[in-house]
């Protein structure tokens, strides 16, 4: 059975970093891509990063190039987002997901496998 959990999120001021991990088991880690999705009050579930099984091949949304950066480490069978220049509209409940394809997909139907979330709270 595939599990995933995030940790991580908090609370923190505008301008400021968090780091979050999402550690999978129950499968091979290595053979899949992943991706990072966010959900905030009211809102539809949107696309933040996502990459590919390697790790060679990495895609994020407009809103946050420049500032969030996705990462794995596949010997620890885990996947980072590390978000920077945080801002309030960044507040959100972060899932990490897992495709059954090695490539990565801006899609949150292509994934198979979602974590439980972990808030972020990004105060002004």
């Known amino acids: 059975q595939v599990q995933l959990v995030e940790s991580g999120g908090g609370l923190v001021q505008a301008g400021g970093s968090l780091r979050l991990s999402c550690v999978a088991s129950?499968?091979?880690?290595?053979?899949?891509?992943m991706g990072w999705f966010r959900q905030a009050p009211g809102k539809e579930r949107e696309f933040v990063a996502a990459?590919?099984?390697?790790?060679?091949?990495?895609a994020a949304a407009d809103s946050v190039k420049g500032r969030f950066t996705i990462s794995r480490d596949n010997a620890y069978s885990t996947v980072y987002l590390q978000m920077n220049s945080l801002k309030p509209d960044d507040t959100a409940v972060y899932y990490c997901?897992?495709?059954?394809?090695?490539?990565?997909?801006?899609?949150?139907?292509?994934?198979?496998?979602w974590g439980q979330g972990t808030q972020v709270t990004v105060s002004s």
């Open positions: 990459i590919s099984a390697s790790g060679a091949n990495t």
């Open positions: 997901a897992s495709r059954s394809s090695p490539m990565p997909s801006v899609n949150s139907y292509d994934y198979r496998y």
């Open positions: 129950g499968r091979t880690f290595s053979n899949y891509a």
